[in-house]
């Protein structure tokens, strides 16, 4: 049996009980044949491998489904559609998946962030943590969180902990940079990015309503309303039609929507932002329900909105940049991670 990298080295079981990639970590396996891959010098269990593999099952559904049309059915993992095996695309993503973790592990071991990364250890301190929790409600003590996490949620909440602590860890030791001058060049770089909502001077009617029939009732005359303005009629003289009924609690008002109306509106409004964000100039929205009436806005004039300052994004920014630079450093770590697979082992994993 052996490992291969790109079906071209071959690496001895055996060498699964030694010192791995001068790490000075001894992996003590009960069967070395447990282990799917090597990436750096890190074992993957067949556990470990199973448990990431189940995170890519939705999106290898819906990836045949949205490219071929095919829903899950009894033969699915073992077919092939044009050229595509199902089995062989959740196995590659879980590879691509894993590769990522292992690197993040490897880095975040090297910074003194963590000090064990093999599945066995994760194992254990998923019992303990579990342990602990129970324990701690027989008590009546307060305990954040499940009562017990199931493996792969604990799996994930280690891993984004881990990830958290790292990008600290990496900025404190200045391997990545984030005083003024390294964010205000990143700033100018990505102006683009940052640029201010449009302030807009929108016109919106609105008609209340208090019971299901009053609701239908307003809809009818919003639609009548819609139309009039689709077919150029002034908003003034149709409200000027329509404010005479006294059966219609019917309201108009022009507002001006900038940043503070925004900010507002996300609070109180959240429909009317989205909609008024979307809207351009000299078009009318749909009829949407918000806040117990039925409301439409037209958008008489758009007025670009600049860029928002430097000092206005730096918080946002700092943390922006941050996984910016995380990601290179991860991605260049991905690039260049050595992969040894135990092909026997990896042509026995189904689902």
């Known amino acids: 049996m052996s490992y ?28 070395p044949q447990d282990v799917v891959v090597l990436i750096n010098g890190e074992p993957v269990t067949v556990a470990e491998f199973n448990l990431l593999l189940k995170d890519n099952l939705a999106f290898t559904y819906a990836y045949f489904k949205n490219k071929y049309g095919i829903d899950d059915k009894k033969d699915f993992w073992e077919s092939t559609y044009s050229g595509e095996n199902p089995l062989t695309v959740v ?103 940052f640029r201010a909502s449009d302030t807009k001077k929108i016109e919106e009617i609105a008609i209340a309503f208090d019971t299901d029939r009053q609701q239908q009732d307003a809809r009818i005359v919003m639609e009548m309303i819609r139309n009039q303005l689709n077919e150029g009629q002034g908003l003034k003289s149709v409200m000027d039609h329509y404010e005479m009924n006294p059966s219609m609690k019917i309201s108009y008002e022009a507002q001006v929507w900038d940043k503070t109306a925004e900010r507002l509106g996300y609070r109180t409004s959240p429909m009317m932002q989205s909609i008024v964000q979307r809207l351009e100039a000299g078009h009318v929205s749909e009829v949407f329900d918000e806040n117990g009436a039925l409301h439409m806005v037209t958008c008489t004039e758009s007025i670009a909105g600049g860029y928002l300052t430097f000092d206005e994004v730096k918080h946002g920014l700092l943390e922006t940049y941050v996984n910016f630079k995380y990601d290179e450093i991860i991605d260049h770590l991905i690039r260049h991670a050595e992969v040894k697979i135990n092909e026997k082992m990896y042509n026995k994993i189904k689902v």
């Open 91 to 193: 196995k590659e993503r879980t590879l691509e998946n894993l590769k990522k973790i292992k690197v993040q592990q490897r880095l975040a071991k090297e910074k003194g962030v963590i000090d064990e990364i093999s599945y066995t250890s994760f194992l254990t301190k998923w019992k303990e943590e579990n342990r602990r929790r129970q324990a701690a409600v027989k008590s009546n003590k307060v305990i954040y969180g499940p009562v017990q996490y199931a493996e792969k949620d604990y799996y994930h909440y280690v891993l984004s902990n881990m990830i958290t602590k790292l990008k600290a860890t990496l900025q404190s030791q200045k391997e990545i940079m984030t005083s003024d001058d390294v964010l205000r060049r990143y700033y100018e770089e990505n102006k683009l990015n």
């Open 4 to 31: 291969v990298k790109n079906t071209k080295l071959g690496l001895s079981l055996l060498l699964f009980i030694c010192i791995m990639a001068g790490t000075g970590t001894y992996y003590k396996l009960k069967d």
